[in-house]
């Protein structure tokens, strides 16, 4: 079972949308704290739609990994469209079958997004 | 001298393959393995003796009532105590709880100080954290060296005036041994009673309660090769006066009337409902199989596997290993980091070997915040792991550089 494909770990060597924006008005932290990990995502959310976002963060290379794949993925996308995936499609787009324990990991960022952007 | 090639062949699930790899169990710092004996003797208590221990006037009543209290008289020796000083609890964090639920709500009160250190186990601050809500009480923590010892003058300052001294006897991230008898005569001095914590000391280094001078010393069998669900409580002597009873049922009472009611003596006044006893003959069991080398074998074998995995480690640059460098100052494990590697991906990694070891925070986030790291790698070992599954463990980490770093 190998989690470390090349695309996973291309995402978490050189992640994508990394950094902070100038002036994000949805600013979301997610943390693990089993294991320490900590994503912050900074967006701009105009009309419904995820203008621009960016993260940061400290952790393994999976949920670095989907915290990149997953902002490619919302970037211009509606937020009724971001709060739609589902765990099932976050996994897929990782591309890879996780052990329960590090499901977690797989899905801190989509579970920080969902929180951030229901209020 | 410990054969560990020996002890191998006493553990049935050493011969487990993870995947197509032979299993290499590095993380006994969490929970140990058991042995043939263990497993026979507690199977031997279900199919013939099984019966409620103290209750009944039946044969079997009255041979699991030797058992049982067969095995506290064990547990008591094993640590240089009196049968009567043990009770049996559901672990080492459910004896912490006691003693705070039980002796801290009764003799603490608002603005009372408890000293505790910054690399304690999750189970000896949340009891402690509980109680300081409860009662408003100050809570001050000993601070750790770089080396990853206590600052034995910070201590000195900070049990002045304090009630209660609970520490670690043998910190379960950085290994470092702590110098329990030292600071329990100087805590004394200051009016303040202390708790040890043994759970990673009672199965490396040699117990004498006395010795060590506390006034309770807690510790559970499932990692000293015995099974969970059964930890110790040994208080000394007197102070069971001061401890009101903490759970409330059945065996803990002498006498129920209705609206009144008599307890029973310690140790009993403290065992509620029917208790882990299968468990209790299981640790009794690992007692006797520990036993039958010396403890002093037990600590020269870990502590040479500890110098070699010290020793490999030191080779790659990339790899930072967390307290004391000395082997005389730690127990068997080693927790490290890898640069560039979080935790999660190298365990991930070394599985894909057969090489269990624990990752994370290890229930001990405040010193991972002191260390400054989101996580660490944990290995450690037990009498039976061999100087071949520490190279089985190296070479995961190699590989683990290779996979993630290319």
């Known amino acids: 079972m190998d989690i470390y494909r090349e695309h996973i770990l291309d995402h978490w060597k050189r992640p994508r949308n990394f950094g902070k924006l100038d002036d994000p008005n949805v600013v979301i932290d997610e943390t693990n704290p089993l294991c320490g990990d900590a994503l912050h995502f900074e967006l701009k959310v105009e009309d419904g739609a995820i203008k621009a976002i960016a993260f940061q963060g400290e952790g393994c290379a999976i949920s670095v990994a989907a915290a990149s794949l997953l902002t490619e993925k919302a970037k211009r996308q509606s937020v009724k469209n971001v709060l739609s995936i589902s765990n099932e499609m976050m996994l897929k787009e990782l591309g890879i079958s996780l052990s329960p324990t590090r499901l977690r990991c797989g899905l801190l960022a989509i579970s920080g997004l969902r929180k951030g952007l229901k209020t | 001298m410990v054969d560990p090639k020996k002890i191998r062949e006493d553990f049935p699930i050493l011969t487990r393959r993870i995947g197509n790899k032979p299993l290499v169990y590095l993380d006994n710092a969490a929970t140990s393995q058991k042995p043939e004996a263990v497993l026979a003797a507690m199977d031997e208590f279900y199919r013939q003796h099984n019966a409620n221990p103290n209750r009944g006037l039946h044969e079997l009543s009255e041979e699991a009532t030797g058992l049982y209290e067969g095995a506290r008289a064990e547990a008591a020796q094993f640590i240089g105590a009196d049968p009567k000083e043990i009770v049996f609890t559901r672990s080492a964090t459910e004896s912490i709880n006691l003693v705070a639920q039980s002796w801290g709500r009764a003799n603490l009160a608002k603005g009372d100080a408890i000293v505790l250190t910054e690399m304690e186990h999750h189970a000896n601050l949340v009891p402690w954290y509980l109680l300081a809500e409860e009662k408003g009480l100050e809570l001050r923590f000993v601070e750790i060296t770089s080396n990853g010892e206590l600052d034995f003058d910070d201590f000195k300052k900070k049990i002045n005036g304090a009630k209660l001294l609970a520490v670690t006897h043998l910190s379960n991230v950085l290994g470092t041994v702590v110098d329990v008898a030292d600071l329990a005569k100087i805590a004394h001095k200051a009016g303040a009673r202390v708790l040890v914590d043994g759970a990673q000391s009672v199965t490396q280094l040699s117990i004498e309660v006395q010795a060590l001078g506390c006034d309770w010393f807690v510790f559970s069998a499932h990692k000293m090769l015995g099974p969970t669900g059964i930890g110790v409580l040994w208080t000394k002597e007197g102070r069971y006066a001061e401890m009101p009873p903490w759970l409330g049922g059945g065996e803990m009472i002498k006498e129920v009337e209705l609206g009144h009611v008599t307890f029973n003596d310690p140790p009993w006044k403290f065992e509620a409902g029917t208790m882990p006893i299968a468990e209790a003959i299981g640790l009794a069991a690992a007692i006797r199989y520990l036993s039958q080398q010396s403890m002093t074998e037990v600590r020269a074998h870990e502590q040479s596997l500890t110098g070699y995995a010290l020793g490999e480690l030191s080779k790659d640059k990339d790899v930072t290993v967390y307290g004391p460098t000395d082997t005389a100052r730690r127990g068997g494990l080693v927790s490290f980091n890898v640069a560039g590697i979080h935790a999660h991906d190298l365990a991930t990694i070394l599985n894909d070997e057969g090489v269990a070891v624990r990752s994370g925070r ?26 071949e ?12 550089k290779k996979v993630l770093q290319g």
């Open chain 2, 362 to 387: 290890h229930c001990a986030h405040p010193l991972h915040k002191k260390l400054g790291i989101p996580a660490s790698a944990r290995a450690s070992w037990q009498l039976y792991n061999i100087p």
């Open chain 2, 389 to 400: 599954d520490i190279d089985t463990f190296i070479k995961g980490i190699a590989k683990a």
